[in-house]
Nanobody, 118 residues
Framework: QVQLVESGGGLVQPGGSLRLSCAASGFTFSNYPMSWYRQAPGKERELVAFISSTGSITNYAQPVKGRFTISRDNAKNTVYLQMNSLKPDDTAVYYC???????????WGQGTQVTVSS
């Protein structure tokens, strides 16, 4: 079955960096685009970054442009989110997401907590 397992979250001071990883299994990873979402307390889940199946196309939400970088390693079935210059507003649970357009099925990881605080 499809599994998305995030890791790399934690507590970091403002201005610091973290790299999130999402290990995928149960499907042909290299065939599908991937995304990172986040959900802060009391807020709706929002798209953070998107990457195409080959990695040639990336898109970012405005609040993270220039600070976050999404990448993928199709040989390792893993997508990454490098987060630099972190701010308290980046505090959220970060989720890995995949959608299969052919079937309409979508899949979420369990999430990883990122807390930015001094």
């Amino acid at each position: 079955q499809v599994q998305l397992v995030e890791s790399g979250g934690g507590l970091v001071q403002p201005g610091g960096s973290l790299r999130l990883s999402c290990a995928a299994s149960g499907f042909t990873f290299s065939n599908y685009p991937m995304s990172w979402y986040r959900q802060a307390p009391g807020k709706e889940r929002e798209l953070v970054a998107f990457i195409s199946s080959t990695g040639s196309i990336t898109n970012y939400a405005q609040p993270v442009k220039g600070r976050f970088t999404i990448s993928r390693d199709n040989a390792k079935n893993t997508v990454y989110l490098q987060m630099n210059s972190l701010k308290p507003d980046d505090t959220a649970v970060y989720y890995c997401y995949a959608k299969f357009r052919s079937t309409g099925a979508d899949f979420w990881g369990q999430g990883t907590q990122v807390t930015v605080s001094s």
